[in-house]
T-cell receptor, first 115, second 113 residues
Framework: DTGVSQNPRHKITKRGQNVTFRCDPISEHNRLYWYRQTLGQGPEFLTYFQNEAQLEKSRLLSDRFSAERPKGSFSTLEIQRTEQGDSAMYLC?????????????FGDGTRLSIL | SQKIEQNSEALNIQEGKTATLTCNYTNYSPAYLQWYRQDPGRGPVFLLLIRENEKEKRKERLKVTFDTTLKQSLFHITASQPADSATYLCASHNAGNNRKLIWGLGTSLAVNP
């Protein structure tokens, strides 16, 4: 299967700990997105990469959140000093080309639970 | 502010009937709308894209319409099956920022056998 892969699928941690999630996009896709989704809500944009460049970061994202895509392939999302409100599903998506209307291909997410 | 709104009430229909889901947009004119399906615990899956100059798009049992006068897109599933039960999300680009999508909350569809 050459779809978007996210690891881990589930993460349970205590408040105050740091967590890191990984996303492996579809290999030929140059665009990569991170979203956060809570129950009953649509995906909420967090950040966007075109190749290795992080072109946008949501103002909703605090300084505790950071994302990288060092070689323009896989990406990591780190949350430092986790808080209860960080509990959510974190989704990664990738898309091809330069047009913004290209369909996004999602992974199955990492579900984060903060104790 | 720009918004995409979907009917938050769950839709329950009988197998074999046509399901119709609504997506309304306000305070902007998107050049396209995308529809995705999401199953519990899974990421969204792209279904269809319709552009503003297209009145209708079809794919197998799926049909999407785009009415720029009503500022609305309708998503139809004909001959619905229990396997069509899922949450359906509508999304489009942000008018001031083509890089990201804005999403509706999704409508939950349950098809009863």
């Amino acid at each position: 299967d050459t779809g978007v892969s996210q690891n881990p699928r589930h993460k349970i941690t205590k408040r105050g700990q740091n967590v890191t999630f990984r996303c492996d996009p579809i290999s030929e896709h140059n665009r990569l997105y991170w979203y956060r989704q809570t129950l009953g809500q649509g995906p909420e944009f967090l950040t966007y990469f075109q190749n290795e460049a992080q072109l946008e970061k949501s103002r909703l994202l605090s300084d505790r959140f950071s994302a990288e895509r060092p070689k323009g392939s896989f990406s990591t999302l780190e949350i430092q000093r986790t808080e209860q409100g960080d509990s959510a599903m974190y989704l990664c998506a990738s898309s091809a080309g330069t047009e913004s209307n290209q369909p996004q291909h999602f992974g199955d997410g990492t579900r984060l639970s903060i104790l | 502010s720009q918004k995409i709104e979907q009917n938050s009430e769950a839709l329950n229909i009988q197998e074999g009937k046509t399901a119709t889901l609504t997506c309304n947009y306000t305070n902007y004119s998107p050049a396209y709308l995308q529809w995705y399906r999401q199953d519990p615990g899974r990421g969204p899956v792209f279904l269809l894209l319709i552009r503003e100059n297209e009145k209708e798009k079809r794919k197998e049992r799926l049909k999407v319409t785009f009415d720029t006068t009503l500022k609305q897109s309708l998503f139809h599933i004909t001959a619905s099956q229990p396997a069509d039960s899922a949450t359906y999300l509508c999304a489009s680009h942000n008018a001031g920022n083509n890089r990201k999508l804005i999403w509706g909350l999704g409508t939950s569809l349950a098809v009863n056998p």
